[in-house]
Structures are given as structure tokens and as C-alpha cells.
């Protein structure tokens, strides 16, 4: 089982906008089926977990949730929830929730979907392996960073789909106070 963050981002490195809209990611040309493609990744999960801003763009933005897994949702406030979705709204430390997806996901794997933040404090805890990142070929400026947090990444998969670079990434460990990042 391996804890992972799948995303798009931009080629500066954010996956919203300032007003935390995902519109510019629907306008790219991505293939469904490609290396490293969003259904292959779905297929391995077990059970995931999200902020409630993303969770909030889905519902809003989308066709509706279509997900069927096990769903934890950080929120500090309530939200509606589709009638007949596995979906728990929770406040709880990701430790915790952590080893309550672990549970439900039965040896899958679990996926942390965003935002950066919510991201980084698992990271921060030690229970992120992976970092999916797909990189769109555009450019925002300014927005959500994809991942808000000094963490030192080693590179063990590279593909292209379609316009999209994609980078899978093995979590070694966070770079400490003093590190030099080289660059």
C-alpha cells in the first residue's frame, strides 16, 4: 500500500488559480489512457482524502461525485454530502485518518487528492510515499502551490501524455533547516 498525491499542475508549480478555480486544467488535451493516466492510477486506490475546498470545486464544477471510494473530507465547517456517497466530513489529525483509510482501503492504495496544504500535512507526519505530478503547459502566475512544503523528492518515473509531463516521485524525507537546495 502506498500513501500518494496525484495532481495537475501548472509549469509554475500551481494546481488552482487565486480564486481556487481548476477551469484552466479542463481546457488542456490530456490522454485518458496515456502512461501515468488518471484512470490506470484510479484503479489501484482503496480510499482517499481531500480539503474542502477541492471537494467543493468537484461537486460545484463537475458532473456531480462520481467517486465510489472510501472519502474523507477536512472541513471546520459542514458541507452537504450526496445521498448514498462514503464520504466523512472530519477535523481529525491525519495520523488518524490516516490509519482509518488504511483500514478501509483493504492493501490499496490511499490517495490524498489535495489541496497543497492538506498535502503537506501529511508529509509533514511522515505518511506520504508518493508525489504524482502531471504538468500542464500552461502558466498561471499565481494561486494554490502544488505542494507548500521543503520536501526532497527522487524521481522514478517520467512520462509524457498527450501535452502533459508527467513526474512520479519517491518522498525520501523533508529538507531540514540549513539544507542547501541545489539547484
Avoid at 481548476?22 to 485518458?32: G, K, S
Avoid at 501515468?36 to 471537494?55: D, I, K, N
Avoid at 498527450?162 to 512520479?168: A, D, P
Wanted: aromatic share 10%; net charge negative; proline share 3%.
Amino acid at each position: 500500500m502506498t500513501t500518494c498525491y496525484y495532481t495537475a499542475s501548472s509549469l509554475d508549480g500551481f494546481i488552482a488559480t487565486v480564486d481556487e478555480s481548476l477551469e484552466w486544467l479542463l481546457t488542456q488535451d490530456i490522454d485518458e489512457e496515456g502512461a501515468m493516466a488518471y484512470p490506470g492510477f484510479r484503479e489501484g486506490l482503496g480510499a482517499m482524502a481531500m480539503g474542502a475546498h477541492t471537494y467543493e470545486w468537484i461537486v460545484h464544477h463537475g458532473d456531480g461525485w462520481d467517486y465510489t471510494l472510501p472519502t474523507w473530507v477536512f472541513s471546520h465547517r459542514d458541507l452537504e454530502l450526496p445521498e448514498g456517497a462514503d464520504i466523512r466530513l472530519t477535523q481529525a489529525d491525519v495520523r488518524q485518518v490516516h490509519a482509518e483509510m488504511t483500514e478501509r482501503a483493504a492493501g490499496k492504495d490511499l490517495w490524498i487528492a489535495g489541496g497543497g496544504e492538506l498535502v503537506g500535512s501529511f508529509a509533514d507526519a511522515g505518511l506520504l510515499d508518493e508525489v504524482w505530478i502531471q504538468y500542464a503547459p500552461v502558466t498561471l502566475g499565481a494561486g494554490a502551490p502544488v505542494l507548500p512544503r521543503a520536501l526532497d523528492l527522487e524521481l522514478i518515473d517520467v512520462a509524457r501524455n498527450r501535452s502533459f509531463l508527467c513526474g512520479r516521485y519517491r518522498v525520501t524525507g523533508a529538507l531540514t533547516a540549513g539544507e542547501d537546495v541545489v539547484v
